[in-house]
């Protein structure tokens, strides 16, 4: 990394090793907002398999869960059978969570739902925000499964959908603020 000292802290204080791994998360897609559904419900599904780990750990194992997950396809996951989720259960590359496999596929047949009702998951993000971070966990508990308070959180974090991804002094949170339409600045 360039100058960790200018990044932030979360970065700043990982070991060498790890600072790397992160770099491109953090340089590329962390806060920055995310226009297609397929990729938010890969975000949603990454964060929740993150509970009780590393954020490294989901890092190293994302292409892992690309390729397990059929790169996140809302229709294909929401179809999954019993024998999608044995092959899920017994992948070593993907977090071999029942709950969490469980709550892919239903998370995906609801927002086979939210897409029918609102368009996109997108427009139905966009159409509530700007809520509070306890709003928002409260609206995600009601419709989704596994969505707890810290996996809302650094959902919408890590989307944009709440402040705080990057300090200021970070120099990535101007190019985050920039990234975002002019309403999510507010």
Known sequence: MDNPNTYCSAIATMKAEDQSFH???HDQHYGFPIEEDNE??????LE?????????TILKKQESFRKAYHQFNIKKVASY?????????ND??????RLKVHAAIENAKTILGIQKEFGSFKK??????????????????????FTGGE????????????????????????????????WKNK
């Open 48 to 56: 929740i398999n993150q509970a009780g780990l590393s954020w490294t």
């Open 124 to 145: 139905w993000l966009d159409r509530h925000h700007p809520l509070t971070r306890e709003e928002w966990t409260k609206l995600f508990k009601k419709t989704f499964r």
């Open 23 to 25: 770099k491109i998360y």
């Open 151 to 182: 996996i809302v959180n650094e959902f919408l974090l890590s989307t944009g959908y709440l402040p705080g991804a990057h300090g200021p002094s970070c120099p990535i949170f101007k190019k985050v603020v920039k990234a975002k339409p002019a």
């Open 40 to 45: 938010l419900f890969c975000r949603l599904i």
């Open 81 to 89: 059978t019993q024998k999608d989720i044995d092959r899920l259960l």
């Open 92 to 97: 070593a590359g993907v977090i071999r969570n």
